[in-house]
């Protein structure tokens, strides 16, 4: 597949599949992630999210597809899941928000012409007076706004959120997604996997329904619909977690997925998943239409 040269701050996805020893967990993913665009990445537990942020920022490679993104590797600042982050290494507030400079300025370099920097983005998440604190006496909310400090210094134009408001407090949640509306005024691209779909509702105008597959991409009103979320539980549920890499169809690799279509509805049998679901707190109708077709292999 040639190489793509998406617009300046574009994220290009085509025909992507990500999975883990040959086995997919998410497939056949095709679409834009616009310059500046702030959006939601939603999905039932085990969807592929996670996968999903880990091949944008270049952590596991595509087993098909190809992903173009912007500019150079510092463009890009990635926040995974708080459960997969070492809390016990020995390293004050200071410290594990000076990492965000190591791209820019090394890892050996003096940090005493940065503390002003460094004591201002702790400043800009609350964190005044925490520098000298060793990070594994913070509350998880306190460890997130330390967390979110580090990306303040990375100063990257596209900004990855894995679950960023899990087990956090609700003024830290309320603080950080101030924090996410500045970057998006300035002009910044943020995607962020949440499992809230009312802080999704209230805060992201688009979103990503996932569900190993797409379900619908678009504006966030007429992707979260009673439908929509029904049938990506139905295809989380429908998954087999050791199929092997299917062949695209003919839609597969031909342009970005139109934003609120639905996808393509294949399944690979079986799921031993989670079987969590994604829950609304509203009672509105579904006036949208589903145009997914299921010729997978469910049983």
Same mark, same amino acid.
């Given at each position: ?10 994220? =290009?996805?085509?025909? =992507? ?7 997919? *967990? ?15 990445? =939603? ?13 944008? =920022? ?61 004591? *201002?983005?702790?400043?800009?998440? $609350? ?114 977690? $050791? ?9 597969? $690799? ?46």
């Amino acid at each position: 597949m040639p190489t793509l040269r998406p617009p300046p701050g574009d994220i =290009v996805l085509r025909g =992507v599949t990500l999975g883990y020893d040959r086995h997919p *967990a998410v497939h056949h993913l095709d679409g834009t992630v616009a310059g500046g665009a702030l959006l939601a990445l =939603v999905g039932p537990n085990g969807a592929g999210k996670s996968t999903l942020l880990k091949g944008i =920022v270049g952590e596991i490679a595509c087993l098909d597809g190809s992903i173009a993104r912007p500019g150079r590797a510092d463009t890009i600042a990635y926040l995974p899941q708080a459960a997969e982050i070492d809390r016990s290494f020995p390293l004050s507030v200071l410290d594990l928000a000076a990492m965000g400079l190591w791209r820019r300025f090394g890892p050996w370099r003096s940090l005493r012409r940065h503390r002003p920097d460094l004591l *201002a983005a702790l400043s800009a998440v $609350g964190l005044d007076g925490f520098a000298d604190r060793p990070i594994g006496t913070l509350s998880g909310g306190q460890f997130q706004r330390a967390l979110f400090a580090r990306l303040i210094l990375q100063e990257a134009s596209v900004i990855l959120l894995d679950e960023p408001f899990s087990g956090v407090d609700g003024r830290t949640t309320q603080d950080l997604l101030a924090l996410i509306r500045t970057w998006h005024g300035q002009g910044r691209t943020i995607v962020a996997a949440l499992h809230d779909l009312g802080q999704v509702t209230a805060h992201f105008p688009t979103t990503l329904l996932l569900a190993r597959e797409p379900v619908a991409w678009g504006p966030t009103a007429s992707v979260l619909t009673p439908r929509n979320l029904a049938r990506a539980q139905s295809l989380s549920e429908a998954w087999d977690e $050791g199929a092997a890499i299917c062949a695209r169809d003919d839609h597969h $690799g031909h342009g970005p997925l139109p934003p609120g279509a639905a996808g393509d509805g294949h399944s690979h049998g079986p799921s031993h998943g989670d079987g969590h679901g994604l829950h609304r707190h509203d009672h509105g109708h579904d006036h949208g239409h589903d145009h997914g077709h299921d010729h997978g292999h469910a049983a």
